[in-house]
């Protein structure tokens, strides 16, 4: 059977990139600096030095196009890498489009998501520059759960601060993490300042990714053996995700295709990074590739929000990054994505945007959920709500195939599996799930916060 019409498009353990791709060294204007909080001058690399190890912080600046990957990296990325592409067939065939599908699959690493992608490698950047001990929060247990394999690997300790209501709603990311030897706390916790002063305001407190983050950031600024580790947003993250696009790319190559257009959800924006930025290159050449990201209704970061300097946490503490944004006391609803409810976006996903080079879209989860179910019946694999929003704009691009006829090339990145998302498909099914949008008015509400830089 010919290439381009496989399911399944592999490549062997030899092929998994060598280098990240940063795409930094292309993007003209280059990113506004993050600033200072205190001062609001351009924060410098002794800014980040009580959190990051140095060698990050240097990748979070660099303008080199290409940065090795470590042996020792590509060593633990070969338990699972390189990933699938699929051709989405049975997609295809129950939509009745001309158009081609195809996706990338990160469900396959040990934590089922595309976050171990950066985990280990922020994992064996700080052992080799002596940190000890890795701290972190997480919201769900994705990145969380990520970390906790990544330093299990490279055989340090890991301290993960689990916003509590998910702590003991969500318990299997969390014995996920224990699995893997490190050791999770529900946030507010009585471990930090921050935690304790939470919970004598109120004992209730069912904790925020904000409280986590200021828990995780106050126990490695205070401990010298210890650093901490962010899961999206940052130049570095996003640059260790680019694995994923150049792997897709040489896939689709052997394919005999390339992408007309290219689909992922926006959290943070690493996921959508990682699949994305190794084709930035041909884009600005001036091939006709497209790029569409895809988020919730109810945080619309990207279609709603604003492009200006804002807090990264909040109670105010990061430095300011320049992103598109709903405000840091922004709450958003409940929603079950719990992966996208984030108020910021990653700056270099926001400057493309700014520049044109990204098109957003946003999306009601009932909607979603019904995508995920479709694709689920076709081609088996049961989505992470998150990527369900990439299924559902693919779709949609699909069926305007169908109406134009044209026979389009879609590739989306399906960054994890749904496996332990099965009581938000419990809501779908039972009807008990609704839709949110978020109120114009609580958009300007929070906007006031951000600082007038
Ligand atoms: C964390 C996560 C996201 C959101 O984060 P990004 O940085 O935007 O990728 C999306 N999907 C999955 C499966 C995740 O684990």
């Not at 840091?328 to 719990?338: D, E």
């Amino acid at each position: 059977m010919l290439v381009s019409e496989s399911t399944k498009i592999l490549l062997a353990e030899s092929e998994i990139p060598s280098h990240w791709y940063n795409v930094q060294a292309d993007l003209d204007p280059p990113i506004d600096p993050a600033l200072h909080p205190g001062t609001l001058q351009p924060a410098g690399p002794d800014d980040f030095a009580p959190l990051f190890p140095m060698s990050l912080i240097g990748q979070e600046v660099s303008r080199e196009r290409y940065v090795e990957i470590p042996d020792e990296v590509l060593d633990i990325y070969r338990l699972w890498r390189p990933t699938p592409l699929y051709r989405a067939h049975r997609l295809e065939r129950a939509l009745d489009t001309p158009a081609r599908i195809f996706y990338k699959y990160e469900g396959v690493s040990p934590a089922g998501s595309h976050k171990p992608n950066t985990a280990v490698a922020q994992a064996f950047y700080n052992k080799q520059d002596g940190t000890r001990r890795i701290t972190t929060e997480t919201g769900a247990g994705q990145w969380g759960s990520a970390l906790a394999f990544a330093c299990n690997q490279m055989g340090m300790e890991c301290k993960v601060y689990m916003v509590s209501a998910s702590y003991w709603q969500k318990p299997y990311r969390k014995s996920m993490i224990e699995a893997w030897g490190a050791s999770v706390v529900p946030s507010p916790s009585v471990d930090t300042n921050a935690g304790r002063s939470i919970r004598e305001q109120d004992p209730e407190s069912p904790g925020s990714l904000g409280i986590a983050i200021s828990e995780a950031v106050e126990d490695a600024a205070t401990r010298d053996d210890t650093k901490y580790s962010l899961g999206s947003v940052l130049n570095h993250v996003l640059m260790h995700q680019t694995v994923v696009g150049q792997e897709a790319k040489r896939q689709m190559e052997s394919a005999d295709a390339f992408p007309d257009v290219i689909v992922g959800c926006v959290g943070g924006g690493s996921n959508f990074a990682g699949i994305t930025f190794p084709f930035v290159p041909d884009k600005l050449a001036g091939r006709d590739v497209r790029f569409i990201a895809a988020e919730p209704q109810a945080c619309p970061t990207l279609t709603r929000g604003r492009f200006a300097y804002d807090f990264g946490d909040t109670a105010g503490t990061t430095p300011l990054l320049k992103m598109h944004t709903l405000g840091h006391t922004f709450v958003p609803n409940p929603i079950h994505a719990g992966g996208l409810r984030y108020h910021g976006m990653a700056p270099l996903i926001s400057q493309m945007v700014d520049l044109g080079l990204i098109e957003a879209r946003a999306f009601h989860q009932r909607s979603v959920f019904a995508a995920a179910v479709q694709f689920a019946r076709t081609e088996g694999i049961v989505p992470a709500p998150e990527p369900a929003h990439a299924i559902k704009a693919t779709i949609d691009e699909a069926l305007a195939c169908k109406e134009s006829g044209e026979a389009k090339t879609i590739l989306f990145h399906l960054c994890g599996h749904g496996h332990f998302d099965m009581s938000a498909y419990e809501s779908y099914f039972s009807d008990a799930m609704v839709d949110y949008a978020y109120p114009e008015e609580e958009v300007s509400r929070a906007m006031e916060s951000v600082p007038a830089v």
